[in-house]
């Protein structure tokens, strides 16, 4: 004969020996109950709004019935309600166990349907407080193709014919057991069948604890079950009364504390309805919380039940890419980049980059892209100070009459915080570092060559190398070359030949391979190991009035596009080219009155990417950029510069890119996908004004004030405007 792990003791009945009491209090209010594993969820639960309830699995109560007419149980009970003694399909509860057991599983308050807690199927086997073996593997083999889960809070200390619960198993039921309440060192039967080949990990054995999480009193241990045993609170738990409708009672006993973990995994089972009785034991194992010994123990098995953690992901998150090679979550970065960085954060405004990936047990959760996609470019003081230090205020020295040597120093302190007004002050105590050096050395009377690094081509090139040298060295940003921005810290190796009089040709070669110490060096920010190669023309005709010239650039990029650093769920199969030209050209009406301007056009042809990421194809863009700039000379003192410039940066003027997102998760746990496009033209245009005055001093020193600003930045057009003003001193040595 069998007992139940709790006895009643109710109204004089007599407890039956190794048997847990069943107190009765006062009559007890409901107050929003819903489950006691649901209620152990708490804040965790309602986090989980984005995993989708897609089933609602029933849960076999193996017991002494249910009192079916309990408001707890108010559309909670699966149709099928069994007894074993004559299949009446009353299974009434005359002992009050049963009916405690079932709502710590699934009782609610609310009366409508909650897809959130699971069906119950009461199976009565108990006469009284006994069952038979050939009553219990009745009830098994009945709820065999009715419930998923199986809750067994019974307790015997002999083996049972262990026929039925093979059966059960070979039928792919979870089947959750009460350790038994002896205060033994093993778990009594039939939870120590958890322990055997046959059970393949799909029964758990179940301990109590108490309200400090230590094991209770009478309590059985988790022993030679260990791998296969789980602790949940058993001590006054708030329970249903089987002879009151609306009253409540605390138990227990591990009867009490295997409800609870039946329950969580009806949980995981709403959710994930693919997922085995393997998995969800495993998922409830490695998500416990670690108690007494480290590691799994004899006293506590894997430890106390955590359903919050079974809820969550396991292990790295995974996105299954096209061919079901999977990628970790957060491999899916786009870091910078002058186009799909900024409209992929468009996107994901619209939620468009809503994606699903997998756990370690295959389990769907859902995350948003966006959160891979780095920030909006905003402007920092590093751009504000720094830049003008490093490029437009570059020292200019003449070492010897057929040498000029461009450098910029860089006192940038790596160990302070980037961005605030302390790192500026900072410049003047750090280290100072030679963090550009371009250098230009004649062959002849007609020819040179010119080197640099860490991006100093814009010196050589375009309108950077013909700024009027008879006023303060300033030159604004709408005069640099765009297309260079796709080229951070580049080496350049160019040569010049002069065709004629005024008449220049310069041709060499851009590259950012070997950069990487530079780079760590100088900018540690930088974690990229990718790597740019441009090859660049430029004809330019100087005269009397000015000069006029094309910068023919072809460049081809490496693990980048645009200039955007992707994680490998963004990689692409071909290494990306895009042609561009720009046009420039300086007019000086009167030594006082100069206009500067440029305009880049450029064109990337279309990637049918066919490795493994969430691109799928990104259409031909074709881009453009300009700038224009009006210089003022000798306006209030002699070689003094007051200019106005204005540009755009680099800005798709066509293209899409495709992605191929993983969606969403079916009921058989197969990933299905989302094909999205993405418009790489944005809706907006940024547009960079620049109101700039330079003062020369003694010594050559200067002194400049600057304004700027910046609409619609990175071509939002839902975007604040930015307005930046500084002071800028600079003086040789």
């Known amino acids: 004969m069998n007992q139940c792990s709790d006895a009643v003791s109710i109204a004089g009945r007599r407890a039956a020996r190794d048997t847990e009491r069943l107190h009765r209090p006062a009559r007890v209010p409901v107050t929003g109950r819903l489950g006691l594993a649901a209620c152990m969820l708490g804040i965790a639960l309602l986090a989980l709004v984005n995993e989708p309830v897609k089933a609602q699995p029933v849960i076999a109560v193996i017991d002494s019935g249910a009192n079916l007419n309990h408001r707890d149980f108010a559309n909670r009970i699966a149709r099928g309600a069994y007894e074993v003694f004559g299949a009446s399909g009353n299974a009434a509860d005359v002992t009050g166990h049963g009916t405690a057991v079932a709502s710590i599983i699934a009782a609610q308050k609310d009366p409508n349907p909650n897809p959130i807690v699971p069906l119950l199927l009461p199976i009565r086997v108990f006469d009284g407080l006994y069952a038979t073996d050939r009553n219990i593997a009745a009830g098994l083999r009945y709820s065999i193709g009715r419930a998923r889960i199986v809750n067994l809070s019974l307790a015997a200390t002999a083996p ?110 709403a959710r994930w309805p693919y997922l085995s009785a393997l998995q969800v034991a495993g998922i409830l194992f490695v998500t416990a919380t670690d108690l007494g010994a480290p590691g799994v123990d004899e006293v506590y098995g894997w430890g106390l039940l955590n359903p919050a953690r079974a809820l969550q992901p396991v292990g790295q998150p995974e996105l299954q890419l096209r061919s079901g090679v999977l990628a970790l979550l957060r491999s899916a970065t786009l870091e910078g980049g002058l186009i799909a960085g900024a409209q992929l954060r468009v996107a994901a405004a619209r939620g468009e980059l809503r994606s699903v990936a997998l756990d370690s047990f295959g389990r769907g959760f859902y995350f948003d892209l966006a959160g891979g996609i780095a920030p909006a470019r905003r402007t920092t003081s590093e751009q504000i100070f720094g830049a003008p230090d490093r490029l437009y205020g570059m020292a200019r020295t003449n070492p010897g009459p057929e040498t000029v040597l461009h450098y910029a120093i860089d006192t940038t302190n790596p160990q302070l915080p980037r961005g605030g007004m302390f790192e500026y002050e900072a410049r003047f105590r750090a280290p100072a570092n030679i963090a550009n050096l371009a250098l230009v050395q004649s062959l002849g009377p007609r020819s040179e060559w010119a080197a640099g690094t860490m991006g100093m081509a814009g010196s050589y090139l375009g309108l950077g ?126 030594r006082a009155w100069s206009i500067a301007g440029q305009y880049t056009i450029g064109s990337t042809p279309a990637v049918n990417n066919t490795t493994e990421s969430l691109i799928a194809r990104i259409s031909a863009v074709r881009s453009e950029a300009f700038g224009i700039e009006l210089v003022r000379l000798h306006s209030l003192v002699r070689n003094d510069r007051l200019s106005l410039a204005l540009s755009q940066p680099l800005r798709a003027m066509s293209g899409e890119m495709t992605l191929d997102i993983p969606d969403t998760i079916d009921d058989t746990g197969a990933v299905v996908r989302r094909i999205q496009p993405v418009s790489l033209k944005p809706a907006g245009r940024e547009r960079l004004t620049e109101f700039t005055y330079t003062r020369l001093l003694r010594n050559a020193a200067s002194l400049s004030w600057t304004m700027i600003h910046r609409a619609e930045p990175n071509h939002d057009a839902g975007a604040r405007s930015e307005r930046i003003a500084f002071m800028r001193y600079a003086t040789p040595f």
Not at 193 to 220: L, Q, T, Y
């Open 160 to 269: 049972l014919d262990s026929t039925a619960f093979k059966d059960s198993v070979a039928a792919g039921q979870l089947i959750v057991v009460a350790a038994g309440n002896n205060s033994h060192a093993n778990p009594s039967w039939p939870a120590r069948f958890a322990k055997e080949d046959w059970s393949r990990g799909r029964m758990i054995a179940v301990g109590a604890v108490d309200a400090g999480n230590v094991i209770a009193a009478f309590s059985n241990r988790a022993g030679d079950t260990k791998y296969h045993f789980l602790v949940a609170p058993g001590v006054n738990v708030q329970a249903a009364s089987a002879f009151d409708a609306n009253s409540h009672i605390a138990i227990s006993g591990t009867s009490a504390a295997a409800p609870i973990v039946a329950g969580t995994a009806g949980l995981i089972l």
């Open 465 to 590: 190398a013909i700024d009027r040298q008879d006023t303060a060295p300033t030159r604004s940003t709408a005069l640099s070359l765009p297309m260079l921005a796709m080229l951070p810290a580049h080496h350049h190796l160019l040569m010049g030949h002069a065709i004629d009089e005024g008449l220049k040709v310069k041709f060499g070669v851009l590259s950012t391979t070997g950069a990487s110490a530079l780079q760590e060096q100088f900018a540690p920010a930088r974690r990229s190991q990718s790597s740019t190669n441009a090859a660049v023309l430029e004809v330019a005709k100087h005269g009397a009035l000015g000069s006029v010239g094309v910068t023919a650039q072809r460049i081809q990029e490496n693990d980048t596009y645009f200039g955007a650093i992707a994680g490998d769920a963004y990689r692409l199969s071909i290494d990306p080219i895009t042609s561009a030209a720009t046009v420039f050209g300086r007019l000086d009406f009167t």
